[in-house]
């Protein structure tokens, strides 16, 4: 394979202009550079460097995490502003809260409460991953949906309302047990495929797994086959959302329809 170079007297001027850590960042994104604030124990470096497109890049920083009450989603976002400071000295084309309930604990309009709570503390573009969730059901064309997650009955109840609030019919919102902090990492594939097809679908043009905690990335492709409706992931429409926003445009295999649109 051909090593492609710069010319020497572009290369040796990039190197006068540039320290060594700031040409090793370049490397790396070059296409896009992505801020994300999260909470402990969830799965979100791994599933956006695994599934990213070249030449995008995460900075990553975490939040302290009681639980999936909405009691510990409150004490979750109150930290939200001092953790988006950390991203003020360097450009980022987005910087998102990956955290779906989160993001709608406190009903509808809190995720847009949430992006300004970022841009004032940054100064960049901010996204939620109910954002992201309400985007990918509009570009789908979608709205009529079943919706599974970790999180107990009154999460539950305040997710389902937040997406009725923005226009998604929930036909059912199911909790499948898994209430502590740190039990979402081992939820593992054969259980959550098996709890998904459980769910009746009949008359529903969506399923979403909702939760940045749970790793969904590998069970998209093959959940859309077996259900035979499109799906979408916390994790899968926060990339597709802040890959959008950063103006890349990458159709990535095996992660659904909606990265066909």
């Known amino acids: 394979m051909i090593n492609e170079r710069m010319p020497f007297a572009e290369e040796t001027a990039f190197s006068l202009l540039s320290t060594p850590s700031e040409r090793m960042d370049d ?5 896009a550079r992505i801020g994300v604030i999260a909470p402990m124990d969830d799965q979100v470096e791994y599933a956006f460097n695994r599934y990213a497109p070249d030449g995008v890049a995460f900075n990553c920083s975490r939040l302290s995490f009681p639980g999936p009450t909405p009691e510990g989603l409150e004490v979750l976002t109150d930290q ?4 988006a400071r950390m991203y003020r000295d360097q450009h980022h084309e987005v910087v998102l809260f990956g955290c779906t309930s989160g993001s709608c ?8 409460e949430c992006i300004r709570r970022i841009e004032r503390a940054c100064g960049w573009p901010g996204l939620t991953t109910s954002t992201a969730v309400l985007e990918a059901y509009r570009a789908l064309g979608l709205k009529r949906t079943v919706v599974m997650t970790p ?7 305040a997710e389902k309302q937040f997406l009725e609030d923005n226009g998604v019919e929930v036909v059912s919102i199911t909790g499948v047990g898994f209430h502590e902090i740190g039990e979402y990492s081992y939820a593992d594939k054969r ?5 998904a097809k459980k769910i009746a679908l009949d008359g529903v043009d969506v399923f979403f797994l909702s939760c940045m905690g749970l790793a969904t990335m590998e069970l998209i492709q093959v959940l859309e ?6 799906v979408i992931t916390s994790h899968q429409a926060s990339l597709w959302a802040c890959l959008r926003r950063a103006g890349v445009r990458d159709r990535l295999p095996g992660l659904g329809k909606l990265f066909a649109v």
């Open 27 to 31: 490397m790396y994104s070059w296409r």
């Open 80 to 83: 939200l502003e001092g953790a």
């Open 105 to 112: 604990i406190r009903g509808a309009g809190w995720d847009q």
């Open 151 to 157: 999180y107990p009955d009154a999460t539950n109840e």
């Open 191 to 195: 259980f959550l495929y098996r709890e």
């Open 225 to 230: 086959e077996d259900l035979g409706v499109p």
